[in-house]
């Protein structure tokens, strides 16, 4: 079975501070792709960043940056420099190269505070 | 680029009625879309892939008779659910994947809040 687990349910860091959450996976599959979205009050539902399983480059998108370990199967997301506007939860999910569905975790809700 | 919009954003109706919900790519062409459930504080749970032109493919435990989707072209699938219970509430989010998007990416619309009395 192919699963995603988010072992923090709740995070909460001051504003400015940085924040890593973290994610593993399961799959027998070679070829994926990684995602982390933001959901946050308005409930819409926003990529934050994205991994393709072969490249071994870590992400980065401006203050958000993943590590990825492949052998390890785990995919933590950094924020760096956390904003107010951060407080969302936040789902990593997967999807096997070939298929449609995307798996998600649980989801971590972030709480940045002034 | 890349939008996705629901209709209607919020609808209350009553117990046993049917109600539907909309879900269209507004700029691109969407061969597959996807239909999640999602209750308060939890993650997406997906009820069903729609490919445009064929019949959805539920998820396990998603009752079809009850959750009809319907993708009649590439820019449009519907969510009816039909005799609505107080058990139907929940927040609806549908999701649109590009035609041979190698990125496997989903592109999310603003969801449905769907509150049955």
């Known amino acids: 079975a192919q699963t995603v687990t988010q072992s923090q349910p709740e995070m909460s860091v001051q504003e400015a501070e940085t924040v890593t959450l973290s994610c593993t996976y399961d799959t027998s599959e070679s070829n994926y792709y990684l995602f982390w979205y933001k959901q946050p009050p308005s409930r819409q539902m926003i990529l934050v960043i994205r991994q393709e399983a072969y490249k071994q480059q870590n992400a980065t998108e401006n203050r958000f940056s993943v590590n990825f370990q492949k052998a390890a199967k785990s995919f933590s997301l950094k924020i760096s420099d956390s904003q107010l506007g951060d407080t969302a939860m936040y789902f990593c999910?997967?999807?096997?190269?070939?298929?449609?569905?995307?798996?998600f975790g649980q989801g971590t809700r972030l709480t940045i505070n002034p | 680029g890349a939008v996705v919009s629901q209709h209607p954003s919020w609808v209350i109706c009553k117990s046993g009625t049917s109600v539907k919900i909309e879900c269209r790519s507004l700029?691109?062409?969407?061969?597959?879309m996807f239909w999640y459930r999602q209750f308060p504080k939890q993650s997406l749970m997906l009820m069903a892939t729609?490919?445009?032109?064929?019949?959805?493919?539920?998820e396990q435990g998603v009752e079809k008779d009850k959750f009809l989707i319907n993708h009649a072209s590439l820019t449009l699938s519907t969510l009816t659910v039909t005799s609505a219970h107080p058990e139907d509430s929940s927040f609806y989010i549908c999701?649109?994947?590009?035609?041979?998007?190698?990125?496997?990416?989903?592109?999310f619309g603003p969801g449905t809040r769907l509150t049955v009395t």
């Open positions: 729609s490919n445009e032109g064929s019949k959805a493919t539920y």
């Open positions: 700029d691109f062409q969407a061969t597959t």
């Open positions: 999910a997967f999807t096997p190269g070939g298929a449609q569905k995307l798996v």
């Open positions: 999701s649109a994947r590009v035609y041979r998007d190698r990125g496997n990416e989903q592109y």
